[in-house]
C-alpha cells in the first residue's frame, strides 16, 4: 500500500511539472503573438500615416497638363532627357492638388506678377507667324526676314511665384457668353492680335465687324458664344486726327479733355471685361479745349496759344477718363493697362532711331527715358486716386502695370523688319524707318496674356 502511494505522488508530480510547463510555453507563444500583431499593426499605420500626409516632399511628381492637346504641341520640343525622366515619375496622392490649389492660391494672393525678370524658355512660342492669320504685316517680323530668333525663347517669371502659360482652353470655357474690349491705341491692337493667335489654337474666331480702316474690329467665337473687340481710341478722349498711315499729321490734333470717345463710350456698359490704355499719342502737337473752348496746346508754335504741355493735358484727360469709369457703376471687370516704353536708340522714330538688340536686359541695366517716366508717374498716381473713388461705388477696377516689364525687352520690336526685307536690293547700311514701339508677333507680348489669365481666369 505504501509502495502504491509513492507511486501514485510521483506520478502526480510529474503530471503536474508537465502541465505548468505546458501553460508556461502557451502563455510565452500567446505573448509573443500579441506583441507581434500590436508591433506591426502600429508600423503599419506609421508608414500609411508617411505616405499620405500632405506635405510629402514632392521633387519627383508634376501634375498632369491640364490641357493634354497644348502639352501634345510641346511635347516634341522639350528637351530629350525628359521623355526618359517621365515613366519614373510616381502617382501624386489624391490629397496633394488641393493641397497645392492652397497653396498656389495663398501664392497668388501675394504675388508681385509685375516684378520679375525673362528668363530662357526652350519650348518657345505657342504659336507660330504661319499658324496664325491674324498678326498684321508691321508686326510679323519673320515673315518680314528679322534673321534672328532667339527673342522668340523668354518668358517673364515673377520673383515671389509662378506663372503658368495661357491656357487658351480654360480662357474660352471660363469666357462663355461674355464680351471684351480692348481700348486704346495700336499697342491694343497689336495686344489683341496676340490673344486671338493664342485663343485660334482652339477655335478661329469669326471676324463680325471692322470700321472703314479695319482699326476697330470684333470677332466671335461661335461654340463659346464669346466676343471679343478692339476699339482705336488712341486719347480715349474725344479727338480730330489729322494723320496718314506712317504717322505724318497735316495739321495739329484738336483734343476735347472733358469729353469721352463715343466710340467706347455708347458701348461701355455693354463689356464685362475691358482693357483700357493710352499714352504715347499724347506726345503729339495738338490743341487742347474745355467746355468746347481752346485751353491751350501743346508744340504749337505757329500759333499764338499758351503752351500747356503734353503732361498737362495727360493728366486732366486721365482724370476725366477714370473718374468716369469709377463712378459708373459698371458691374464687370476694368483693367486699366498703364503705357508700354518705347526703345529708340540714337533717335527717335523720325529721326533715324533704331533697336537693333537680339536679347532682354536686366533690371538696373536700362533707364526708362525722361518723357515715359512723366507718363507712368501721372498714370499711377490718377489710377491710385480713381481706384479709391472705384472702390467705393463697386466698381472693379484693376491695373496692370507693364511697364518695367517691358522695358526689359529692348529685342522684342520689328525695328526696320516692319517691311517686308527692308534691306532686299539695298546696302545693309541703308537707313529704313525703324519701328521700336510695336511688338513682334509672336513675341514679349504674348506673356500679358500670361498675367491676364491669372488675375482673371485663375485669380
Given amino acids: 500500500m505504501r509502495t502504491l502511494r509513492i507511486d501514485y505522488l510521483k506520478h502526480k508530480f510529474?503530471?503536474?511539472?508537465?502541465?505548468?510547463?505546458?501553460?508556461?510555453?502557451?502563455?510565452?507563444?500567446?505573448?509573443?503573438?500579441?506583441?507581434?500583431f500590436v508591433?506591426?499593426?502600429?508600423?503599419?499605420?506609421?508608414?500609411?500615416?508617411?505616405?499620405?500626409?500632405?506635405?510629402?516632399?514632392?521633387?519627383?511628381?508634376?501634375?498632369?497638363?491640364?490641357?493634354?492637346?497644348?502639352?501634345?504641341?510641346?511635347?516634341?520640343?522639350?528637351?530629350?532627357?525628359?521623355?526618359?525622366?517621365v515613366p519614373q515619375l510616381q502617382?501624386?496622392?489624391?490629397?496633394?492638388?488641393?493641397?497645392?490649389d492652397q497653396v498656389s492660391h495663398t501664392n497668388k494672393e501675394t504675388c508681385d506678377y509685375f516684378s520679375g525678370d525673362w528668363v530662357p524658355n526652350p519650348v518657345g512660342p505657342v504659336y507660330t507667324n504661319e499658324?496664325?492669320?491674324?498678326?498684321?504685316?508691321?508686326q510679323n517680323c519673320l515673315k518680314n526676314g528679322r534673321p534672328d530668333k532667339e527673342f522668340l525663347y523668354w518668358?517673364?517669371?515673377?520673383?515671389?511665384?509662378?506663372?503658368?502659360?495661357f491656357d487658351p482652353y480654360k480662357f474660352l470655357n471660363a469666357m462663355r457668353d461674355k464680351v471684351w474690349a480692348l481700348i486704346?491705341?495700336?499697342?491694343?491692337?497689336?495686344?489683341?492680335?496676340?490673344?486671338?493667335?493664342?485663343?485660334?489654337?482652339?477655335?478661329?474666331?469669326?471676324?463680325?465687324?471692322?470700321?472703314?480702316?479695319?482699326?476697330?474690329?470684333?470677332?466671335?467665337?461661335?461654340?463659346?458664344?464669346f466676343n471679343i473687340s478692339v476699339i482705336w481710341s488712341p486719347f480715349l478722349v474725344e479727338a480730330a486726327i489729322f494723320e496718314d498711315f506712317n504717322g505724318v499729321s497735316s495739321s495739329d490734333v484738336k483734343l476735347y479733355l472733358d469729353?469721352?470717345?463715343?466710340?467706347?463710350?455708347?458701348?461701355?456698359?455693354?463689356?464685362?471685361?475691358i482693357i483700357i490704355s493710352c499714352g504715347k499719342w499724347f506726345l503729339k502737337s495738338a490743341i487742347y479745349y474745355e467746355n468746347d473752348t481752346i485751353l491751350g496746346c501743346h508744340y504749337c508754335h505757329e500759333r499764338n496759344l499758351t503752351e500747356l504741355g503734353f503732361d498737362f493735358a495727360y493728366r486732366k484727360a486721365l482724370k476725366f477718363v477714370l473718374n468716369s469709369i469709377a463712378t459708373s457703376y459698371h458691374k464687370g471687370m476694368i483693367i486699366f493697362r498703364t503705357f508700354t516704353p518705347d526703345h529708340f536708340e540714337n533717335g527717335e522714330w523720325f529721326s533715324g532711331g533704331t533697336c537693333n538688340r537680339t536679347a532682354p536686359v536686366k533690371e538696373g541695366e536700362i533707364e526708362m527715358k525722361y518723357l515715359n517716366t512723366m507718363l507712368r508717374d501721372i498714370e499711377l498716381e490718377e489710377f491710385g486716386k480713381a481706384a479709391a473713388e472705384a472702390s467705393r461705388n463697386g466698381v472693379n477696377l484693376k491695373l496692370v502695370d507693364l511697364a518695367l516689364l517691358s522695358l526689359l525687352r529692348p529685342d522684342g520690336h520689328p525695328g526696320p523688319y516692319r517691311e517686308f526685307h527692308p534691306f532686299e536690293n539695298k546696302d545693309k547700311n541703308a537707313k529704313v524707318q525703324n519701328d521700336c514701339l510695336h511688338w513682334c508677333l509672336p513675341g514679349p507680348i504674348d506673356s500679358w496674356n500670361d498675367i491676364l489669365?491669372?488675375?482673371?481666369?485663375n485669380g
Wanted: overall charge negative; some cysteine; charged content about 20%.
Fill in 14 to 36: 510529474g503530471y503536474n511539472n508537465k502541465n505548468l510547463l505546458v501553460k508556461l510555453v502557451l502563455t510565452i507563444f500567446f505573448f509573443g503573438l500579441a506583441f507581434k
Fill in 39 to 85: 508591433f506591426f499593426q502600429s508600423l503599419s499605420n506609421e508608414i500609411s500615416s508617411d505616405l499620405e500626409h500632405p506635405f510629402t516632399e514632392k521633387t519627383n511628381t508634376v501634375p498632369e497638363p491640364q490641357n493634354p492637346h497644348v502639352f501634345s504641341q510641346h511635347v516634341t520640343e522639350i528637351p530629350t532627357t525628359l521623355p526618359e525622366q
Fill in 91 to 100: 502617382p501624386v496622392s489624391e490629397h496633394v492638388p488641393q493641397n497645392e
Fill in 131 to 138: 499658324s496664325c492669320n491674324f498678326i498684321e504685316g508691321p
Fill in 155 to 165: 518668358k517673364w517669371a515673377p520673383r515671389d511665384c509662378d506663372l503658368p502659360p
Fill in 184 to 225: 486704346g491705341d495700336s499697342i491694343s491692337r497689336n495686344h489683341v492680335q496676340s490673344l486671338l493667335c493664342m485663343l485660334s489654337m482652339v477655335e478661329q474666331p469669326v471676324l463680325v465687324y471692322h470700321d472703314e480702316e479695319y482699326k476697330s474690329k470684333s470677332w466671335h467665337f461661335p461654340s463659346y458664344n
Fill in 259 to 273: 469729353k469721352l470717345d463715343s466710340k467706347w463710350k455708347d458701348q461701355f456698359m455693354n463689356f464685362d471685361y
Fill in 453 to 457: 489669365m491669372e488675375m482673371v481666369v
